[in-house]
């Protein structure tokens, strides 16, 4: 699909809303829309006009990279530019994106506005862009398959260097030179190597604790590869498990393969959440599961849908995420088992291959 039919969507979805134009600042919303990748510029989308607003830093970037739009320069700051951008635009309602704009920049732009002679109003959107970005098209699959392929070569990369003794910083390091020598652009998220009792705080930092014999070493990892994310937990154990292991790593992926088994389209994201929290409560570690089943990837490493207790969102044909329940048990230790799927055909397709302890 093109940046036109993007846009035709984009603009369809204002028309339902009745908006008549939107100001894009949401750095992933602007490159999907857009392709211009740069760190700074806003775009300006109405029935007639595609508008990227970029300073001198960017024109030339923005030229190649965004064919469809006209490109205008943004000389100062946004109170000096803005009320350039939309002069001559005769608009009534303009669109912002209230789940990325400040309360400040919000209070600025308002303040513009009133100071004008034209009647623009800003009208609050949310969401809009990122539903669009929800459903991926084959070329984006395709560029989540190769950042899911570096992942996974990482995590048997890992498992092969790994060993009793090392810290959870140096497996970090040796994780992340290992993507990034295979091609992933950046690392898409802080990578999250915990061991022992660390492994109990879902989102802990890899420290200088060294791995231990018997005890749970979750690493949390991706890649991206043409601004696509991947996003990959295994949960390993060197020598010989401890007593709690079995029961904790059984129900975790026992949860994860029951609910990639069982997800059809058109379920919500709650019932999805449901699917596999239902087995981890029957093992009576309901408390220990304490974040949501899992979340969209693409442009971002977390995005729509989500996937967890009350999530409205319908999952749809087309929509990659990841399914990763965890247990945590403070003082002992977490399992986690992450992987990414794609819904089609009406099921879902793991897109991850990496090998998982007992599967
Ligand atoms: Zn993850
Ligand atoms: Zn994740």
Same mark, same amino acid.
């Given at each position: 699909?093109?940046?036109?039919?993007?846009?035709?969507?984009?603009?369809?979805?204002?028309?339902?809303?009745?908006?008549?134009?939107?100001f894009?600042?949401?750095?992933?919303?602007?490159?999907?829309?857009?392709?211009?990748?740069?760190?700074?510029?806003?775009?300006?989308?109405?029935?007639?006009?595609?508008?990227?607003?970029?300073?001198?830093?960017?024109?030339?970037?923005?030229?190649?990279?965004?064919?469809?739009?006209?490109?205008?320069?943004?000389?100062?700051?946004?109170?000096?530019?803005?009320?350039?951008?939309?002069a001559?635009?005769?608009?009534?309602?303009?669109?912002?994106?209230?789940?990325?704009?400040?309360?400040?920049?919000?209070?600025?732009?308002?303040?513009?506005?009133?100071?004008?002679?034209?009647?623009?109003?800003?009208?609050?959107?949310?969401?809009?862009?990122?539903?669009?970005?929800?459903?991926?098209?084959?070329?984006?699959?395709?560029?989540?398959?190769?950042?899911?392929?570096?992942?996974?070569?990482?995590?048997?990369?890992?498992e092969? $260097?790994?060993?009793? /003794? @090392? &810290?959870?910083?140096?497996?970090?390091?040796?994780?992340? +030179?290992? #993507?990034?020598?295979? =091609?992933?652009?950046?690392?898409?998220?802080?990578?999250?190597v915990?061991?022992?009792?660390?492994?109990?705080?879902?989102?802990?930092?890899?420290?200088?604790?060294?791995?231990?014999s018997?005890?749970?070493?979750?690493?949390?990892?991706?890649?991206?590869?043409?601004?696509?994310?991947?996003?990959l937990?295994?949960?390993?154990?060197?020598?010989?498990?401890?007593?709690?292991?079995?029961?904790?790593?059984?129900?975790?992926?026992?949860?994860?393969?029951?609910?990639?088994? $069982?997800?059809?389209e /058109? @379920? &919500?994201?709650?019932?999805?959440?449901?699917?596999?929290? +239902?087995? #981890?409560?029957q093992? =009576?570690?309901?408390q220990?599961?304490?974040?949501?089943?899992?979340?969209?990837?693409?442009?971002?490493?977390h995005?729509?849908?989500?996937?967890?207790p009350?999530?409205?969102?319908?999952?749809?044909?087309?929509?990659?995420?990841?399914?990763e329940?965890?247990?945590?048990?403070?003082?002992?230790?977490?399992?986690?088992?992450?992987?990414?799927?794609?819904?089609?055909?009406g099921?879902?397709?793991?897109?991850?291959?990496?090998?998982?302890?007992?599967?």
């Amino acid at each position: 699909m093109s940046i036109k039919d993007r846009l035709q969507k984009l603009r369809q979805g204002l028309a339902e809303k009745k908006i008549e134009a939107i100001f894009i600042s949401q750095p992933e919303n602007r490159r999907y829309l857009s392709s211009f990748d740069g760190s700074s510029g806003y775009l300006l989308i109405t029935p007639q006009n595609t508008i990227l607003a970029t300073d001198f830093r960017y024109i030339e970037q923005a030229k190649i990279q965004a064919p469809d739009y006209e490109i205008f320069p943004a000389i100062g700051g946004i109170v000096d530019w803005f009320p350039q951008l939309v002069a001559e635009l005769n608009l009534t309602k303009l669109g912002f994106e209230a789940g990325h704009v400040t309360f400040a920049r919000y209070q600025q732009l308002s303040d513009i506005l009133n100071k004008a002679p034209s009647q623009l109003r800003l009208i609050p959107v949310d969401g809009l862009v990122e539903s669009l970005r929800a459903v991926k098209e084959p070329e984006e699959i395709e560029l989540i398959t190769k950042a899911v392929e570096i992942s996974d070569a990482a995590i048997e990369y890992i498992e092969n $260097t790994v060993h009793i /003794g @090392m &810290s959870e910083k140096e497996v970090a390091w040796e994780i992340e +030179k290992f #993507i990034r020598e295979r =091609g992933s652009e950046t690392i898409p998220f802080d990578f999250i190597v915990a061991s022992g009792p660390n492994s109990a705080l879902p989102h802990t930092k890899p420290s200088s604790r060294t791995i231990q014999s018997g005890e749970p070493v979750v690493i949390d990892i991706g890649a991206r590869v043409g601004g696509y994310s991947s996003d990959l937990t295994r949960t390993i154990c060197l020598g010989t498990p401890d007593d709690t292991f079995p029961k904790v790593y059984d129900t975790a992926l026992r949860a994860q393969l029951t609910a990639m088994a $069982t997800i059809t389209e /058109g @379920m &919500s994201g709650g019932q999805i959440d449901n699917l596999a929290r +239902k087995v #981890i409560e029957q093992v =009576g570690y309901g408390q220990a599961f304490g974040h949501a089943l899992g979340h969209g990837i693409g442009l971002a490493s977390h995005e729509s849908p989500r996937l967890g207790p009350n999530s409205a969102d319908k999952v749809t044909s087309g929509m990659v995420f990841t399914i990763e329940p965890g247990i945590y048990l403070v003082g002992w230790g977490g399992v986690r088992i992450e992987d990414a799927v794609v819904m089609e055909n009406g099921k879902v397709r793991a897109i991850s291959k990496a090998k998982k302890m007992g599967a």
